[in-house]
């Protein structure tokens, strides 16, 4: 073999082995997330939805995981899992944003995050947002377009939205 070859081929594995240690120092640096998946994960409207996930939320780059029907932004700031049963009748506020119910826990959870999730819909989708880390308004704006394919059966109301009970007609007091 001649002496270019020879520099030619340890030139091209010398680059090679850069480049794949480029690239396993990258992979290194970026955490990868992982967490259960929620029950319904494997539902085939959870399978569209979080290919719609966007890759960047409220201001933060998309983290890779690898749960099902879920995805996670700014090293975990914010976490969405798709796929819980419909959220049955609560006295958790709800609001709604562009078009998707959205219910949250008034309390946070032991990791400092706010739990919200869609009402009404189902599969839901809940949205995990660390306090301070990102703002949950944004989060359901940037995510409310991507969940609105999901079925909707109920909605949001708000105590204005229901009448309040009838009275009973007042009595005069004679007999009929």
């Not at 201001?59 to 959220?87: H, I, N, Q, Y």
């Not at 869609?118 to 989708?125: A, D, H, K, L, Q």
């Not at 809940?126 to 969940?147: I, R, Y």
Request: charged residues 20%; hydrophobic residues 35%.
């Amino acid at each position: 073999m001649s002496r270019s070859t020879q520099i030619t081929g340890l030139t091209i594995g010398a680059v090679a082995l850069t480049a794949t240690a480029v690239v396993t120092v990258d992979m290194l640096n970026k955490p990868s997330f992982s967490f259960a998946a929620a029950p319904l994960a494997d539902d085939p409207a959870c399978t569209r939805i979080s290919g719609r996930f966007p890759d960047h939320l409220a201001g933060l780059d998309r983290a890779d995981t690898s749960t099902k029907s879920a995805a996670v932004w700014g090293d975990g700031a914010v976490v969405a899992r798709c796929g819980f049963p419909e959220s049955k009748a609560t006295d958790d506020a709800c609001a709604q944003v562009d078009g998707v119910d959205w219910a949250w826990r008034t309390s946070t959870d032991n990791n400092g995050r706010e739990v919200l999730f869609t009402y009404g819909r189902e599969p839901s989708v809940e949205v995990q947002v660390t306090v301070g880390k990102a703002a949950p308004d944004s989060v359901l704006v940037g995510l409310s377009p991507v969940v609105k394919p999901l079925k909707q059966s109920k909605k949001c109301l708000s105590r204005s939205d229901v009448p309040p009970p009838s009275s009973p007609a007042p009595s005069n007091g004679t007999s009929s």
